[in-house]
């Protein structure tokens, strides 16, 4: 996708202006009839889907009155680079003695081509001083031209283990030549793969180690037992109080082909100017990407439609821009945004992020929806989030003035990192996801355990009692966050 495409798109964009309406279900379904019909193929990051989408959703944007909301335009451009893992052969060498391999290795390179040889090795453990907020003992350690050696799965001691996408994001800033990850015992190799080969897509612009891996348990066996290192050893060697990284007596050689695809993605965002001048700015955001085609050619059905994750929450922030935007102009500015590659690791979101128009600090509140249309009318309000951020307080009086109940429960936490909202709260923006779709796990766990992001994802039997309630009280909340005074500015 180009720029000149997408200067294209926008001068097809009609500019017109639409009558006041309360939203209504039939709303939500007509956005959502389109979103996710075969003919956007899946909205999958930069394939003719998505660009049918942005298109569609820009286009809601302009004939709702809205202004192009980054740097003068509807659509940011975030750069995408997938990654898939060709052929990886490690040497490890002791005491002269050399073990090789390229069984049970799971490689991806920085580029298509990568050979590293005679490479030190530093083991981490568990590398549980990732999630200390200065690093741990960490903090100020260096790993230029080495190899990184952690091990997967929970250590001895109960502590919380980093995902491996946090690790890898780590050891990359502080100069690891090489990461490689050791697999847990007793889990198949083809499970343990997911964790790697799930995040295959990167924003164009983030570091990456020269070569990034996870090897099984038999396989790191292999290449490091001659050494003393056995998986069990290592494991060992992490469970020792006041564990410190340490420098085997090993050396590697490793090589790596990987198959890389360069290609855009696109964020849509509007705005809808405040009339103060305030300089603040309130945020709805929801993604509008999904799977793509996703099944192979044999398959019955082999789009990934998305209608509820998450053609159903961009459906939403499309009427809420709509009523907001034919309502009281607000005093503070709110933002609209819809996002691409969230699937692939809320990655659009962190475009933004990375390149916001203005300064972060001015968002003082942002409200993400995502996969909504999962519970009937009459759910209580959940926030995942809560405790997290100040906007509690007045996200349960808004949802009482819209005769809602309120869920005070925290369990939804869980989730607080797999929505676009965190890529905003890491850096500091009080972001969290409210309404009724996650409150009841029976429900929650019948959607994860079926249709979810898979080709049953559809239309038929789709549930907008509770998304058209989530929808009203997101309306609501835009205009009570708008409004200084009933939000004054927040402590940072």
């Known amino acids: 996708m180009t720029l000149r495409l997408l200067a294209l798109f926008a001068a097809l964009i009609p500019f017109s202006f639409v009558e006041a309406q309360t939203p209504t279900e039939a709303d939500l379904m007509r956005h959502i009839e389109v979103l996710a019909s075969d003919a956007f193929e899946g909205r999958e990051p930069g394939t003719a889907g998505e660009a049918l989408t942005v298109s569609y959703i820009a286009g809601q944007f302009s004939e709702a009155g809205l202004m192009p909301g980054y740097n003068g ?35 991806l390179g920085k580029r298509e081509s990568v050979a590293l040889e005679d490479v030190p090795v530093t083991f981490v453990g568990h590398a549980t001083d990732v999630l200390a907020p200065d690093g741990g003992a960490l903090a100020d350690r260096r790993f230029d031209g080495q190899a990184v050696l952690l091990l997967r799965g929970s250590p001895a001691s109960g502590e919380s283990a980093p995902s491996l996408r946090r690790s890898l994001a780590f050891f990359r800033a502080r100069g690891a030549a090489a990461i490689i990850a050791i697999a847990e015992s007793g889990i198949p190799w083809e499970a343990s793969l997911n964790s790697m080969r799930f995040r295959q897509t990167y924003l164009a612009e983030t570091p990456r180690a020269d070569i990034e891996a996870l090897v099984s348990a038999e396989t790191a066996d292999l290449l490091f037992g001659d050494a003393g290192y056995l998986r069990d050893n290592l494991v060992e060697m992490a469970a020792v109080e006041n564990f410190r990284p340490m420098v085997l007596d090993l050396r590697l050689d490793l090589r790596a082909e990987t198959v890389m695809d360069r290609y855009d993605g696109i964020n849509v965002v509007a705005l809808l100017p405040g009339t103060a001048r305030t300089g603040e700015t309130v945020m709805f955001t929801a993604h509008h990407d999904h799977f793509g085609i996703c099944a192979p050619d044999s398959a019955e059905d082999r789009i990934c439609n998305g209608a509820v994750d998450n053609a159903s929450g961009t459906a939403a922030l499309i009427e809420a821009a709509r009523a907001l935007a034919d309502g009281p102009r607000p005093e503070r500015d709110i933002m609209f945004m819809t996002t691409t590659a969230e699937e692939s690791g809320l990655l659009g979101a962190y475009a933004f992020v990375d390149a916001p128009p203005f300064p972060l600090d001015n968002i003082v509140a942002l409200f993400n929806l995502d996969t909504i249309a999962i519970a009937p009318r009459g759910m209580p309000v959940g926030i995942i989030g809560r405790g997290l951020t100040p906007l509690d307080a007045l996200i349960d009086t808004v949802a009482r003035e819209q005769e809602r109940e309120n869920y005070a429960g925290t369990e939804m936490n869980v989730f607080v990192q797999r929505h676009d909202g965190w890529a905003f709260l890491e850096n500091g923006v009080h972001a969290v996801s409210v309404g009724g779709s996650f409150v009841d796990r029976e429900l929650l766990n019948g959607f994860l355990r079926g249709a979810y992001h898979g080709p049953d994802d559809e239309i038929e039997g789709i549930e907008l009692g509770g998304a058209l309630e989530d929808l009203l009280l997101h309306i609501a909340l835009g205009r009570a966050f708008a409004d200084p005074a009933r939000y004054p500015t927040p402590q940072r």
């Open 73 to 107: 335009r509807f659509y940011q451009p975030v750069r995408l680079i997938t990654r898939t893992d060709d052929r990886a052969e490690i040497v490890a060498t002791h005491s002269g003695d050399e073990q090789r391999t390229h069984i049970g290795i799971v490689a």
